[in-house]
């Protein structure tokens, strides 16, 4: 972050003094202007309901230009990441240290992260507190958070090795984890972790394999789940992200910080969205239908939204959305369902839409849930935990954000203010003159 020439001046139309503010350059994207000082010298706040024009903090790790459609892990392209950067640990490891891995470097993170993936056996007695039909969600944000009761040795967030393991327990846990919470929501016994396997394939074999008979992971299948989970893995300052920064800035432990960004990606406005997209599309049904759907979705009160797509700052394709058809279209050849109703369906919607003048002059797109239903239900995962495999990739996102913001000088607790419109100042009345 350097200081630039030009500084910003606030002046005001009734001669009050004018206040001069910096102007910071980061190392690409836009300037930011610091206010900081701004309430001191003016008695005034910003108003900025959700935060559609402020930087909450500085960061090196994700670059999103919402214009051109392009996302950057520390620099590097998702495109070239997804296809040929190698798998999600490697992608963990750059989020989390700045750079790819080498081949020792990556031994050594993926021997780490594969000896933390069991949870403590004690873990299964909070799975048995929920209803079987319990939505994943809700079984990730309690127990993610329950994980803070085991690890009282790896708390203390001001211990930089304290931070490392706890990043690593989550990172190696949430597939565990996610896989129990599905394992409990169809009545089968839990699988437990095998070291032989890679992340994507041991998840694979803890969600599908069964006591009973040997079970075979599909590399095709694996390599496209390992892809799903490199295009979710972090976000720049997403709903999600900024709450685990918010909780984080109070000295919450990363357990109860990662557990509250579970429960703000659940929302289908965020990370629900791609429950929420499949479930549209089957709402839909045929292609017939969809100049009926195009209409709702224009009418104001009808409160329907085009699941899936539009974005707070793609004003361009989402390059996820691109890799995540991709993808789909990948995992359905592989299993000879290329010709699936739901995938033409979505891609009829989306020529549609993007033909249309209402969708075009709000630069309305697919973003990255629009496919990633489909594909993760021809994976064979259950639609009620699509957002949970959402949170098992952004996990480590979340962890280098709150790393990186637990270590930045500049990082105080949040607290933003108001722009009061309440009742002013008044006197209780004696009940009888109510
Ligand atoms: C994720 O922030 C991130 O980075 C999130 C994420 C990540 O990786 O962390 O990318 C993941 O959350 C992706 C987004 C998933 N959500 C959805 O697909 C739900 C559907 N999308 C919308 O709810 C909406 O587009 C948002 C919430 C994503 C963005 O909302 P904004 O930026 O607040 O934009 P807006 O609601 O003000 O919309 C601007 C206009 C409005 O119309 P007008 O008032 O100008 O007439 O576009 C319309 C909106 O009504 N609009 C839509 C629409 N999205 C916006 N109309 C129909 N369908 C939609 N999907």
């Not at 020792?104 to 048995?128: C, G, I, S």
């Not at 394939?201 to 069964?210: E, L, P």
């Not at 965020?270 to 479930?279: I, Q, T, V």
């Not at 709702?296 to 939204?305: A, F, L, R, T, Y």
Request: hydrophobic share 40%.
């Amino acid at each position: 972050m350097t200081n630039s020439e030009t500084k910003a001046t606030l002046s005001f139309s009734d001669g009050s003094p004018a206040l001069e503010m910096p102007i910071y350059k980061g190392s690409i994207g836009p300037d930011v202007i610091d206010i900081r000082k701004l309430y001191g010298s003016t008695g005034m706040f910003t108003y900025d309901p959700g935060f559609m024009s402020t930087a909450a903090c500085n960061s090196s790790i994700t670059y999103i230009d919402g214009d051109k459609g392009e996302l950057l892990y520390r620099g590097y392209p998702i495109e070239q990441l997804a296809v040929n950067g190698g798998d999600f640990l490697e992608t963990c490891y750059l989020l989390l240290n700045g750079e790819l891995p080498n081949a020792d470097q990556k031994k050594e993170f993926v021997a780490t992260v594969t000896n933390h993936t069991m949870v403590h056996e004690q873990m299964q007695f909070f799975f048995r507190g929920f209803r079987r039909d319990a939505h994943p969600m809700s079984v990730l944000v309690g127990t993610v958070g329950a994980l803070a009761s085991f690890y009282h040795d790896s708390l203390d967030i001001n211990d930089p090795h304290h931070r490392e393991v706890s990043a690593i327990r989550l990172i190696a846990k949430m597939p565990t984890l996610v896989a129990m919470a599905y394992k409990y929501s169809i009545g089968q016994p839990f699988v437990y972790p095998r070291n032989d396997l890679s992340y994507s394939a041991n998840f694979m074999h803890m969600m599908f394999s069964t006591p009973c008979e040997p079970y075979k992971t599909n590399e095709v299948l694996v390599r496209a789940l390992d892809r799903i989970l490199i295009l979710h893995a972090d976000h720049e300052q997403n709903a999600s992200t900024s709450t685990v920064r918010l909780a984080g800035s109070s000295g919450a432990n990363p357990f109860a910080c990662i557990a509250a960004g579970i429960a703000c990606l659940w929302g289908p406005a965020h990370g629900g969205a791609n429950e929420a997209a499949l479930s549209m599309l089957e709402e839909i049904g045929s292609v017939d239908n969809i100049p009926e759907f195009i209409a709702q979705v224009k009418d104001k009160n009808s409160g329907v939204k085009l699941m899936g797509f539009g974005h707070r700052v793609y004003k361009n394709y989402d390059p996820r959305a691109k890799l995540m058809r991709e993808t789909c279209y990948e995992v359905l050849q592989e299993l000879g369902l290329q010709d699936d109703p739901l995938f033409k369906l979505a891609m009829a919607l989306e020529k549609i839409a993007l033909e249309d003048e209402y969708f075009v002059s709000r630069k309305l797109y697919p973003n990255v849930d629009f496919y990633s239903g489909i594909v993760q239900r021809a994976l064979g995962i259950p639609t009620a935990l699509f957002t949970g495999i959402f949170a098992l990739a952004r996990t480590v996102g979340w962890i280098a954000q709150w790393k990186e913001m637990i270590s930045d000088p500049e990082q105080k607790i949040g607290r933003p203010r108001q722009l009061f419109v309440g009742s002013a100042k008044r006197d209780v009345p004696a009940i009888d003159k109510r």
